[in-house]
């Protein structure tokens, strides 16, 4: 598994997946107060975690992606493409 800080290791999510290796799972950790930012996301098994301060975070879920996780209590959107059939699953917040 692969560990990254967002910011730290890169300035955003979407530089953080464009580097990961996409045949392991990779958990994101977002900084304190990051965002805001809008990512597509095309990589599977995918974990993005952040504290309540990381706001503005937009995820688009691409076709057939699967296994992504949210944790933390980072206030994350999460959308599907439309007319595709992704299944969102998630904790609600608040807890």
């Known amino acids: 598994m692969s560990a990254i800080n967002v910011p730290g ?3 955003t999510i979407a ?5 990961v290796d996409p045949n392991i ?3 994101i ?3 304190d107060g990051y965002g805001p930012e809008n990512v597509a996301i095309s990589i599977n098994d995918i974990t993005i975690t952040g504290p309540a ?6 995820l688009t879920v691409q076709d057939g992606i699967t296994g992504l996780l ?9 959308f ?7 299944n ?5 917040y608040p807890f």
């Open 9 to 11: 290791d890169f300035d």
């Open 15 to 19: 530089l953080a997946l464009a580097a």
């Open 25 to 27: 799972p990779n958990t």
């Open 29 to 31: 950790t977002l900084g």
């Open 53 to 58: 301060s990381a706001e503005g975070i937009v």
């Open 70 to 78: 949210l944790g933390g209590t980072a206030p994350i959107n999460v």
């Open 80 to 86: 599907d493409l439309v007319g595709n059939d992704n």
């Open 88 to 92: 969102i699953a998630g904790k609600a």
